[in-house]
C-alpha cells in the first residue's frame, strides 16, 4: 500500500485505486482512532473523522458512516439529505459527488469497490458474517442494478485486516460459509487450528461477480502483524480502537488526493 502524511497524520491508500481518476480514498492509521461505538471517546473519534475528512478535501457534513452490525445490508444513497449515521449498514453505495463514505474496522477487511466509468462507489465491512453472507458479491450486484454499472469495468481493493495466517476460527464459522465458492481452499487446519482467508473469499466473490482479476488489488497486510500501523481487536481486545477507510466522488475540476 502507498503511504502519505498529512498535517502530520499517516494514511494508507490502494496502489492502483490511488491513480483513478474521480476517486478519492484512504484508510486511517494509528493512532488516529475514528471508531463511531466508543462512548468514552466518542467526542475525540468524531473529531479524528472530522479531520480525517477535511484532509481528503471533503466537508464534515459531508460524512456518511456505516454503523456496523455485522449484517448484509446495504444502504444505497442516491441524495445529499440522508442521515449522517448510517445505523445498522456494513455497507454503503452512492454515485452521489461530495460525500465522504467511512466503513472502520479493526481486523476485518474493508473493501472499496468502484466504477471510474460511471463515477459509482461502494464500501463493505467484510466481517466474516458478512463475507459467507456474501455481502460484497451483493455490492457489486447493487452497482449494477441500482446504477447500471458494468461489473467487468469495476476496479476494487480488499483493506488490511486478520491475514489468513493468522485468522483463528471455529467450526461453525466453517459451516456458515458453506454457499461461499471454493469453500474448501479458503480454510486451512494447523495444529489442530482452523484459519480462515478473508482476503482469498472476498477476491473471488469479486471475480465471481464480473470484476476482473487484474482489478482487485489486496491489501496484503496482516492487522495482527501490524498493530503499529492499524488496530486489531484479536491481538489487543476490547476497545484497542478502529481505523476507518474514508472515500469518495471528487467534485468535478478536482485533482484525487
Given at each position: 500500500?502507498?503511504?502519505?502524511?498529512?498535517?502530520?497524520?499517516?494514511?494508507?491508500?490502494?496502489?492502483?485505486?490511488?491513480?483513478?481518476?474521480?476517486?478519492?480514498?484512504?484508510?486511517?492509521?494509528?493512532?488516529?482512532?475514528?471508531?463511531?461505538?466508543?462512548?468514552?471517546?466518542?467526542?475525540?473519534?468524531?473529531?479524528?473523522?472530522?479531520?480525517?475528512?477535511?484532509?481528503?478535501?471533503?466537508?464534515?457534513?459531508?460524512?456518511?458512516?456505516?454503523?456496523q452490525v455485522h449484517a448484509a445490508r446495504i444502504a444505497v444513497l442516491e441524495q445529499t439529505g440522508e442521515a449522517p449515521m448510517l445505523d445498522g449498514f456494513d455497507a454503503v453505495v452512492t454515485g452521489e459527488r461530495g460525500l465522504a463514505l467511512m466503513t472502520f474496522s479493526a481486523d476485518c477487511?474493508?473493501?472499496?469497490?468502484?466504477?471510474?466509468?460511471?463515477?459509482?462507489?461502494?464500501?463493505?465491512?467484510?466481517?466474516?458474517?458478512?463475507?459467507?453472507?456474501a455481502l460484497v458479491r451483493r455490492v457489486v450486484e447493487t452497482m449494477q442494478e441500482r446504477f447500471d454499472c458494468d461489473p467487468s469495468r469495476l476496479c476494487a481493493g480488499v483493506g488490511p485486516s486478520a491475514g489468513p495466517m493468522r485468522y483463528e476460527v471455529k467450526e461453525d464459522v466453517y459451516l456458515a460459509a458453506a454457499g461461499l465458492p471454493e469453500r474448501a481452499r479458503l480454510f486451512s487446519v494447523r495444529d489442530g487450528r482452523l484459519y480462515f482467508d478473508l482476503w482469498e473469499a472476498n477476491r473471488l466473490q469479486l471475480v465471481q461477480a464480473g470484476v476482473p482479476r487484474k482489478n482487485v488489488e489486496v491489501a496484503g497486510i496482516c492487522t495482527m502483524s501490524r498493530t503499529d500501523l492499524f488496530y486489531s481487536f484479536r491481538r489487543e481486545g476490547a476497545g484497542c480502537g478502529h481505523f476507518g477507510l474514508l472515500a469518495g466522488l471528487s467534485e468535478p475540476g478536482r485533482v484525487s488526493s
Open positions: 500500500m502507498h503511504l502519505l502524511e498529512i498535517g502530520g497524520q499517516r494514511y494508507a491508500q490502494f496502489e492502483g485505486l490511488r491513480m483513478q481518476r474521480g476517486l478519492v480514498h484512504a484508510f486511517s492509521t494509528r493512532p488516529f482512532d475514528v471508531s463511531v461505538n466508543r462512548e468514552r471517546e466518542v467526542g475525540v473519534c468524531a473529531e479524528h473523522r472530522r479531520q480525517m475528512a477535511a484532509d481528503f478535501g471533503f466537508d464534515a457534513g459531508s460524512l456518511r458512516c456505516c454503523v477487511p474493508l473493501v472499496l469497490v468502484y466504477d471510474p466509468r460511471r463515477e459509482v462507489l461502494g464500501l463493505a465491512h467484510a466481517s466474516w458474517r458478512c463475507t459467507v453472507a
